[in-house]
T-cell receptor
């Protein structure tokens, strides 16, 4: 399978704990995106990287959220001191960037439940 | 990014064409129209995109009006597996962020 891979698929955590999600993009894609989706809503943009550079962050990405893409390949999204409002599906996507930017391919998401 | 407006829900009979409309009256000259769909509990799936000409691929056709203020996604022979939420997005080709609305829930009925 050469698609976008996310791990874990499901995570249940207690309020106040830290969680980290991983995304492995399609190997030749230089752009990687993170979105969050709550029930009944469309995905909301969080941040994106071109190679290892984080080029844009949404105001939704509070200080408790941090994303990295250290070598321009996989990415991690960490949420510190989780709150119940963080419960959502976290989606990762990848694409080519630059003038040949094409459609984004999404992973299956990580469903986070904060109890 | 330009805002899009889609009906919240639509029904379609199996085997018939499904025509999903999208209004994007504030679209800029360099913005493309993209369509994605999301089947329950899965990540969004790319369908098609276009700038101003009509486009067709193995999944669907995209019809964009001459003034580019609206478009229609056509699934020529809808099946039960096409039941999903369909999102219309407009963005520049090199933009990073995509702004999703709430989409149209298409229900294909036997």
């Amino acid at each position: 399978d050469t698609g976008v891979s996310q791990d874990p698929r499901h995570k249940i955590t207690k309020r106040g704990q830290n969680v980290t999600f991983r995304c492995d993009p399609i190997s030749e894609h230089n752009r990687l995106y993170w979105y969050r989706q709550t029930l009944g809503q469309g995905p909301e943009f969080l941040t994106y990287f071109q190679n290892e550079a984080q080029l844009e962050k949404s105001r939704l990405l509070s200080d408790r959220f941090s994303a990295e893409r250290p070598k321009g390949s996989f990415s991690t999204l960490e949420i510190q001191r989780t709150e119940q409002g963080d419960s959502a599906m976290y989606l990762c996507a990848s694409s080519f960037g630059g003038q040949r930017n094409t459609e984004a391919f999404f992973g299956q998401g990580t469903r986070l439940t904060v109890v | 990014d330009a805002k899009t407006t889609q009906p919240p829900s639509m029904d379609c009979a199996e085997g018939r064409a499904a025509n999903l409309p999208c209004n994007h009256s504030t679209i800029s000259g360099n913005e493309y129209v993209y369509w994605y769909r999301q089947i329950h509990s899965q990540g969004p799936q790319y369908i098609i995109h276009g700038l101003k000409n009509n486009e067709t691929n193995e999944m669907a056709s995209l019809i964009i009006t001459e003034d580019r203020k609206s478009s229609t996604l056509i699934l020529p022979h809808a099946t039960l597996r096409d039941t999903a939420v369909y999102y219309c997005i407009v963005r520049a080709i090199n933009a990073g962020k995509s702004t999703f609305g709430d989409g149209t829930t298409l229900t294909v009925k036997p």
